[in-house]
Structure formats: C-alpha cells, structure tokens
C-alpha cells in the first residue's frame, strides 16, 4: 500500500528547524510488543491497570508486580526495533546533520527507541529496564535473564527493588517533563505517533507546542481523541509511513 505524504506536510516538515516526536506504545506493536487500550490485544485488555501498575498494587502483592514486571522486561528484550523505530532514528541523524534537531520523547519503556539508534530520548515513563532499590533507591539496569526471585533485592542494601517505570497515580520524571515540555515549546512541527492521547501530562504536550504555532501531524492507525487537533493525520501502520515519511524527505534534501 503506497501512502499520499500530504506536500504541504513535506514543505512543513523540509522547513522546519525543529522536530518533536511524540511516541507511544502503537509504535512498539510492530516488534511484537502489546499495547494497553488495543481490544483484543492490549494489555489492559486482560489486566486492570489497578491491579499491577500502581504503587498500591506493589504494596499489596511485591512478588506478583514484580513477576509481572520482570516478565515484561524480558519480552521486550527479546523483541527488536522496528522499521518505524529506525526511520525516526535515522530522521534524527538527518536533521542533526543539517544543524537542525529532533526530539523524541516516548511514553514507551522497552528502550527499542535506542536500540534503533535514537539519541537523547526523553522517557517520559521512565524504563523497564530499570530497576530502583524501595529503600535507598539505588538504581540497576537490568538487560539479563529473568529475576531469581520477585521482587529482586537491592545489592547494597538488599532492599526490595521495583521496575523504574511511572505507575499510575505518580508523578513523572521532573526532568524528563521539563525536557519534554521544552521540546513542545520550541518546535515547528509536532509528530504524534502510536498513542492514543489519553494520558497526560504527555497527551497535552501537542496542545502546548500548537499553543505556540507549532504544526501537529498524528500517525495512528485508528482514529484519537487528538485525530481533530491535528493538522494531518495518516491513518496507518507506523512502521510502515515513517520509513516513506523519511524518504521523502531526504530525496527533498532537506
Ligand atoms: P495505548 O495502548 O493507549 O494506545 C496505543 C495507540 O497506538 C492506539 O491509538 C492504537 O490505535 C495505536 N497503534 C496500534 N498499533 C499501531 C501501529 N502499528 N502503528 C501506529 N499506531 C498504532 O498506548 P499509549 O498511548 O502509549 O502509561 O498509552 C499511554 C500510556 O498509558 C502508557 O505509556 C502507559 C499507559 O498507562 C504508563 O505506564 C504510565
């Protein structure tokens, strides 16, 4: 399937000295990795979010969370990033090389993003792959096998240890909000991929960089709740428009 790359979009996006990304789980679907609110085969479809990702949850039942958890994290080990994931890595590359930036900020915490080559990303969500101490938040990145035993213990002071991801009902990274919000205030254009805008802080991070003139460009492959913010939206796999967004960019040299 060929997809119409909008020319005002490619005029925009050739013109604009500054990109900022937006990225959610639809992104990561194409590696094999679930999202939450899809039907039939999101996680929340089969889980309520209550019951595993909350601090409360935690509390309640350690070894199951973090069971759930390490399981997760394993799985995204085993997955791969996907085309959608090299396209805005190489996007990146392009824009840098030309003196001009793209930002990327993702909601997504399997760090497939930087496995494709995507630099500075900004986690907004914080990282499966980390693992932070519940007493004196020493923090590991845990890239090996599944956990011995749920929740692992910390290596220094063996308090139980916890995924360093943002659970519902808690604030987000001060720095990485901050950053992300930055990148909102100071681009030309506003891409939102792969999420379906239903979480803040991150989903009003297009209305701040529309506030200040910023154009806004939604890849989904449904419809969302920011579809009629949008300036264009193409509907469809991201893995499949963002390597032809970046080809046509490139051919425009730009
Ligand atoms: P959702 O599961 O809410 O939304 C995934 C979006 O991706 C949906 O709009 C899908 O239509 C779209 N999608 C699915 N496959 C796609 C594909 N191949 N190409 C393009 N789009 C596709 O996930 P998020 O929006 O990322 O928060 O959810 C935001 C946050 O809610 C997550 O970070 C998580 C969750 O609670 C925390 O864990 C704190």
């Excluded at 039942?61 to 085309?83: G, H, I, K, L, S």
């Excluded at 090389?97 to 496995?115: A, I, K, S, Y």
């Excluded at 659970?167 to 950053?179: H, I, V």
Aim: glycine share 8%; charged share 25%.
């Amino acid at each position: 399937m060929s997809y119409v790359i909008p020319d005002d979009l490619m005029g925009a996006l050739s013109r604009a000295r500054s990109v900022t990304v937006l990225t959610g789980a639809g992104v990561s679907a194409e590696s094999g990795i679930p999202t939450f609110r899809d039907a039939l085969t999101g996680l929340w479809s089969r889980y309520r979010a209550e019951d595993l990702a909350t601090p409360q949850a935690f509390e309640r039942d350690p070894q199951m969370v973090a069971r759930w958890y390490d399981e997760r994290r394993t799985m995204c080990m085993r997955c791969e990033p996907n085309a959608g994931h090299r396209a805005l890595a190489q996007l990146q590359d392009h824009m840098r090389g030309l003196g001009r930036e793209l930002v990327l900020v993702t909601q997504n915490v399997d760090r497939l993003h930087q496995r494709a080559g995507s630099e500075d990303v900004i986690e907004l969500h914080g990282s499966i792959m980390t693992w932070r101490c519940t007493h004196c938040d020493h923090e590991q990145q845990e890239l090996g096998e599944p956990f011995d035993s749920h929740p692992p213990r910390c290596g220094k002071c063996d308090g139980i240890r916890r995924p360093g991801v943002v659970w519902f009902g808690e604030s987000l990274p001060d720095d990485a909000l901050q950053s992300a919000h930055s990148a909102s205030v100071h681009c030309d254009v506003f891409l939102s991929i792969g999420t379906s805008s239903q979480v803040y802080p991150a989903a009003g991070l297009m209305d701040t960089a529309a506030a200040q003139g910023a154009r806004l460009l939604e890849v989904n492959v449904d419809r969302t709740a920011a579809s009629d913010r949008c300036d264009w939206v193409l509907c469809g796999r991201s893995a499949q428009i963002l390597p032809i967004l970046l080809k046509r960019l490139m051919a425009t040299g730009h």
